[in-house]
């Protein structure tokens, strides 16, 4: 079972985009000791079905029951095959498949990771969450996106 991609709700939230070699786990893993959070790995990964392929991102939350807010950590990228059609063709005709990477978010293809916050959060509070980020060794660059300009706002709306 796997997480699915809901319709598109207005649903309110903060984004920043992070650039980072590091595996999805290690970059939770850091962002749990810099900002004190607990981003925990997803039973299911975000389940999203492309015309020629069907990706699957990691996904790793954090609800604090004290806090406003919940964060979730989202890869951008998966790697991965076509869907493979069955051909009427030869039986011993193989077709060579190459792997491609399809992001999340095609509009920010370089960027690895998202950091979503849900809810409103205090101006302050979300320099202060992308400053820490931005000092996480391993991280290249961090910044604020803004959601409204988003064309595939969409693909960051699930449970």
Known sequence: MHKELLEF???????IAIYSSLEGYRMAYLINKN?????????????????????????????????????????????GE????????????????????????????????????SEEILPKEFVRILNKINQIPGVQAAYAIEVDKLKNKQNLIFE
């Open 35 to 79: 900002l004190r959070t607990k981003l925990e790995r997803e039973a299911t990964d975000i389940d999203f079905n492309h015309s020629e392929y069907h990706a699957f991102y990691a996904l790793y939350s954090f609800k604090d029951p004290k806090a406003y807010y919940s964060v979730e950590l989202v890869t951008n990228k998966f790697k």
């Open 9 to 15: 709700e207005d649903e309110s939230f903060q984004l």
């Open 82 to 117: 076509p869907k493979r059609i069955l051909s009427t063709g030869s039986l011993f005709n193989e077709e060579k498949f190459s792997s491609k990477e399809i992001n999340l978010i095609p509009e920010y293809s370089k960027v690895d990771f998202f950091l979503k916050i």
